[in-house]
């Protein structure tokens, strides 16, 4: 391709989207597969016979040797594998290519290696994925040719889900049969679905590929364990929006072009906060295409990093001392006639619709800010949340000026009669002012903030799967609005209780709203008087998985039963626990391998100068007291070293579970720090050509 191309030529070129299916499918074919895609009507095995043709005859067209189900297991990440079209030789020596229907709905991956926290024994181990058809399959090119990918879910063969995908389509059916009640009782006739729309914002590092492999803590953990701050960081705010390199901007422009293909509409990128650090997002799109395009994004970033000779970092913290990255999950509520839910409107009935749904959602926040908190949680993210970086650990929302303004209101009169900048309002009889287009303040600092007609959830971390976040938001939203259902079914004047339920929710979940500075100490004395909960690490966070809130919850709508949650709870301890380890082992390998014998060279040469210059007849002041310097800390060194060895191996003989997974987050992460102190001073002195790694002035500002 030319070095210049029309985007509008390329975008979607490699996806089995609806328009190639449009064109190549019979038309009632397409129609009944439409029924499956809209409805939820169950896929006839017919219609699925000349889909998978239909599918197959286009990917080849496309080069694609191989298909394979794409899924997305408890790993974090998405899983494949490969089979290729090809049938076994016929008599005259020639093959088909075939692809029957059968491949395309079911596969049988071996899962017994995915995580399934007990719930399929290894003896069953056969797991199976199942096309998801509300995301459309592409074809994807790279060394391992074209490999036509089908977005599946992966169950268990009793159905018990093991992916991330599966509870995901669950909760969007629950906010779908709850959002549509509740539009119904507003005399909406016309709309037929409500899905939840998400816009990922996705940062990342990039660092040079030669200095990474250097590098084993990168390679390992993806983040590094070891470093002392370069001269310069963050504080001239220089890189934020700053311009973009040639090298950086020649990464994107790849980006762009392969995600574009794929039909991912990438559309912002810029610098972020931190040296190093930048931001991709995609306009919003249906949740379930919105997580699978997420992963998409991610492994996009990674491959095309390495194409331009550099490493893209994913980790929530891969230095210490400068910014960390997240994912904001913007998301919102739209019916397919393009109505949004959280949209204040132009009339006082969409307003009143509005200010309903907005209680509905402070209140399912409130109530579940556990659960919030717990579907960011990951052992990266820990040192973000709660460690004196964006967010904080503690869920509140940001409603801004006006709107709390407003809630003021109608908590104090039942009825709001002024807004403070759009002239009077009387809820019911006015409009409201055009939130979207306001003025409000963007704080920065809130973990949920209401942003003109969305919500942006800001605690995910980058590399973590948005997929819970939706899930938890939309299942929560889901109960808040069957309960406001139930009461408005059952009141005689709809009106009046609307305007009585709306007080109701916003008096009883005020508490949950924050305006203020979400970093500062005050606020977590605020929030604790209000009786907010702080949880402070992923291993805190996972209990809230399984009480008895969160069982009735998930189990009221279908989205996950007990023993599911069960299963994604030891699955979570066991992750943590890996996780930790790796990071205790990289750093013990790290130390003993590398670091050591580097300060041992260099005290050894400090000596031998020591005692060159005093044979010479002069003091040496300097170099011995740099000498007993860098050995008293050697000597602190190896103090920690064994350590962290005795309680690292403490922990991996522990039975896998809670105790292990605390363990390791009270001792083994304690004794990495404990570790990484007298190193990092140790990186400070030592010269610079005898010290094993690169430092982190080299990896932040020299890409
Ligand atoms: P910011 O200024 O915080 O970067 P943007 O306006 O650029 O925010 O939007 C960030 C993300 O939010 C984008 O992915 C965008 O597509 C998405 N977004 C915009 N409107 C909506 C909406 N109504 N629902 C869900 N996501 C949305
Ligand atoms: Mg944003």
Not at 675 to 684: A, H, Q
Request: net charge negative; proline share 4%; charged share 25%.
């Amino acid at each position: 391709m030319s070095q210049y191309f029309n985007v509008a030529d390329i975008f979607g070129e490699n996806v089995f989207s609806d328009k190639v299916m449009q064109d190549r499918l019979p038309k009632k074919i397409y129609k009944e597969l439409h029924k499956t895609i809209d409805e939820g009507k169950e896929l006839d095995p017919m219609v699925a016979e000349v889909v998978a043709e239909a599918m197959k005859q286009w990917a080849v067209e496309k080069g694609a040797t191989h298909y394979t189900h794409w899924f997305q297991p408890l790993t974090g990440v998405t899983a494949e594998k490969h089979d290729s079209f090809i049938t076994a030789p016929r008599a005259d020596g020639t093959i088909l290519m075939e692809f029957s229907g059968k491949e395309l709905i079911k596969g049988e991956p071996d899962a017994s290696s995915f995580p399934s926290g007990g719930l399929r024994a290894t003896f069953e181990a056969r797991g199976y994925t199942a096309w998801d058809c509300t995301s459309p399959a592409f074809v994807r090119q790279d060394a391992a040719g074209a490999i036509l990918c089908i977005p599946t879910a992966f169950c268990s063969y009793t159905g018990e889900a093991l992916d991330q995908k599966t509870p995901l389509l669950r909760s969007m059916q629950a906010i779908n049969t709850q959002a549509l009640r509740l539009l119904r009782l507003f005399g909406n006739t016309t709309s037929r679905k409500v899905t939840p729309s998400v816009g990922p914002e996705q940062e990342y590092f990039l660092v040079d590929a030669e200095k990474f492999l250097q590098r084993k803590d990168l390679i390992y953990t993806g983040r590094t364990l070891f470093g002392a701050m370069p001269p310069k960081g963050q504080e001239l705010d220089d890189h934020y929006f700053g311009t973009i390199r040639q090298r950086i901007a020649a990464f994107m422009k790849d980006v762009n072009e392969e995600l574009w293909k794929l039909g991912v509409s990438a559309k912002t990128q810029h610098n972020e906060v931190a040296p190093a650090q930048h931001e991709l997002a995609p306009i919003y799109a249906e949740a379930n295409v919105a997580v699978d395009h997420n992963q998409l994004v991610m492994q996009t970033l990674k491959r095309v990093a390495c194409k331009h000779g550099m490493k893209c970092l994913l980790h929530e913290k891969p230095f210490a001392g400068v910014n960390g990255s997240g994912k904001h999950n913007n998301w919102s509520i739209t019916t397919d006639d393009g109505i949004n839910l959280l949209d204040p409107g132009k009339t006082p009935h969409d307003n009143i619709q509005f200010l309903l749904v907005l209680a509905c959602i402070l209140k399912a926040v409130d109530i579940h800010a556990d659960l919030l908190r717990e579907s960011a949680a990951d052992p990266g993210n820990d040192h973000r949340l709660g460690a004196n970086e964006a967010p904080p650990a503690i869920i509140s929302v940001f409603l801004g000026e006006q709107l709390q303004d407003v809630m003021t209101q109608l908590i104090s009169t039942g009825a709001a009669t002024s807004s403070k900048a759009g002239g009077v309002l009387q809820t019911g009889v006015r409009t409201l002012p055009d939130l979207a287009k306001d003025a409000t303040d963007r704080n920065r600092t809130s973990p949920f903030a209401f942003t003109g007609n969305k919500f942006e959830f800001r605690m995910v971390g980058s590399r973590d799967s948005i997929a819970s976040p939706n899930i938890v938001l939309n299942t929560i939203v889901a109960e808040a609005f069957s309960e406001a259902c139930d009461a408005l079914e059952a009141a005689d004047s709809f009106d009046e209780a609307v305007h009585d339920l709306i007080k109701k929710y916003l008096t009883e979940h005020q508490r949950i709203v924050f305006n203020g500075n979400g970093y500062s100490d005050e606020w977590v004395e605020e929030a604790q008087r209000r009786g907010l909960p702080n949880i402070k690490s992923m291993v805190d966070a996972i209990p809230t998985l399984t009480t008895e809130k969160a069982i009735k919850l998930f189990g009221k709508f279908g989205v996950f039963t007990e023993a599911e949650l069960k299963s994604r709870v030891e699955i979570k301890y066991e992750n943590y626990a890996k996780a930790i380890n790796i990071e205790a082992r990289t750093m013990i390998d790290m130390a003993s391998k590398q670091i050591i014998p580097a300060v041992m060279k260099y005290t050894k040469s400090l000596a031998d100068t020591v005692i060159a210059v005093k044979q010479a007849g002069v003091d040496a002041p300097v170099q011995t007291e740099l000498l007993a310097e860098s050995s008293d800390l050697l000597s602190d060194t190896k103090v920690a070293l064994a350590k962290l060895i005795e309680v690292t191996d403490t922990a991996a003989a522990m039975e896998e579970g809670r105790e292990q997974a605390v363990y390791y987050h009270d001792a083994v992460k304690a004794a990495m720090d404990e570790l990484r102190t007298p190193v990092d001073k140790l990186e400070m002195i030592v010269d610079k050509d005898m010290w094993p790694m690169p430092s982190y002035g080299d990896l932040l500002f020299e890409v």
